[in-house]
């Protein structure tokens, strides 16, 4: 039986892990000496702060899914009138409990967790083969965004 609750402290050697297995199964960059510090160094600070919250999904015990909004300010505008925005990330199954739903239980989870935390907007990158999970549960795909890595 899959259990989901909310992240604490004690998760984040997890955490940290189930990041670094998505970034190695998402990208053909090799990994950089000291990430596994600086997300460790990341998630205890902004869940200190309060601007880091999630869940996780366990089976006996073990740690077999995450899913970690991170809480910041955009400036506001006539959607987000106070500018409290959350970031989904991390959203990881471990390979052998994809397919089961796991994800489809969490999310609502985590969508709770910035409703409470004040966040008008839940943004988030998907993996192709996600997006129709993310759209059933609300998402919708934004055409117009773009990024430049400085």
Sequence with gaps: MITIREISNKDIPQLVNMRLRMLEETTDEELPEGLDKQIRRFVRK??????????VAEKKGKVVADAVIYLFETMPDEINIAGRTAMLYNVYTLPEYRGQGIMAKML??????AREAGAKELKMTAAQK???LYERMGFHVNDDAMKMVL
């Design 108 to 113: 609502p989870e985590v969508i709770r967790l």
């Design 46 to 55: 902004h869940m200190e702060d309060g601007t880091c919250r999630g869940v």
């Design 130 to 132: 996600a997006i129709p």
